[in-house]
């Protein structure tokens, strides 16, 4: 069984650039949601996908977007970047179904923006 | 409003001393309870969750719904329990299943 993979690990860009994040889920998941965790702050959802569409959405703006792809990994991409979006980003995987709500983790894309 | 409260954001205790983290929220509704650990240089992993009502490394979280509480209990800590805890929460209506997360609980078990 292959586990959530994220890439890349580590991310530098400056402010007004664009970045994208990569997620593979874990196999048999079809659900994939991201979150950001600043530091020393509890990790916030940004937003789910299933069956390639947005299912649900936390508070964050427009310029956070995101894609599923048919074998379920799954993109985030962040528009315009500002200063306070330098964070963790994490993925997690789940199965929508009876136990839908484990989601499993994959280690993070550490953001920075300078 | 949905949120989850954890008061401490440090915990130290000695080993073989009682543990418990707390964890209040707030919601309308049934939600689903959870606790998730990350060890140090690992990813954030599941550690109980309140349907099942299971014991995981000697840990235990009952769910009391008229304090809107889950704490995290354990009798006797061991070093190897040093770690990040995250309290989580998920409403049971709807289909998101997204995880809304306390601040943390640091816990340090000193030998």
């Known amino acids: 069984e292959t586990g959530v993979t994220q890439s890349p690990t580590h991310l530098i860009k400056t402010r007004g650039q664009q970045v994208t994040l990569r997620c593979s889920s874990q196999s048999g998941h079809n659900t994939v949601s991201w979150y950001q965790q600043a530091l020393g702050q509890g990790p916030q959802f940004i937003f789910q996908y299933y069956r390639e569409e947005e299912n649900g959405r936390g508070n964050f703006p427009p310029r956070f977007s995101g894609l599923q792809f048919p074998n379920y990994s799954s993109e985030l991409n962040v528009n315009a970047l500002e200063l306070d979006d330098s964070a963790l980003y994490l993925c997690?995987?789940?199965?929508?179904?009876?136990?839908?709500?484990?989601?499993?983790f994959g280690a993070g894309t550490r953001l920075s923006v300078l | 409003a949905q949120r989850v409260t954890q008061p401490e954001k440090l915990l130290s205790v000695f080993k073989g001393a009682p543990v418990e983290l707390k964890c209040n929220y707030s919601?309308?509704?049934?939600?689903?309870l959870f606790w998730y650990v990350q060890y140090s240089r690992q990813r954030l992993q599941l550690l109980l969750r309140?349907?099942s009502r299971e014991s995981i490394k000697g840990f235990t979280a009952d769910l009391n719904k008229g304090e809107t509480s889950f704490h995290l209990k354990k009798p006797f800590a061991q070093e190897e329990d040093s770690a990040m805890y995250y309290c989580?929460?998920?409403?049971?209506?709807?289909?998101?299943?997204?995880?809304?997360f306390g601040q943390g609980t640091t816990l340090q078990v000193k030998p």
């Open positions: 997690a995987s789940s199965f929508q179904g009876a136990s839908k709500n484990i989601q499993y």
């Open positions: 309140h349907i």
């Open positions: 919601y309308s509704g049934s939600p689903e």
């Open positions: 989580a929460l998920s409403g049971r209506s709807g289909n998101t299943g997204k995880l809304i």
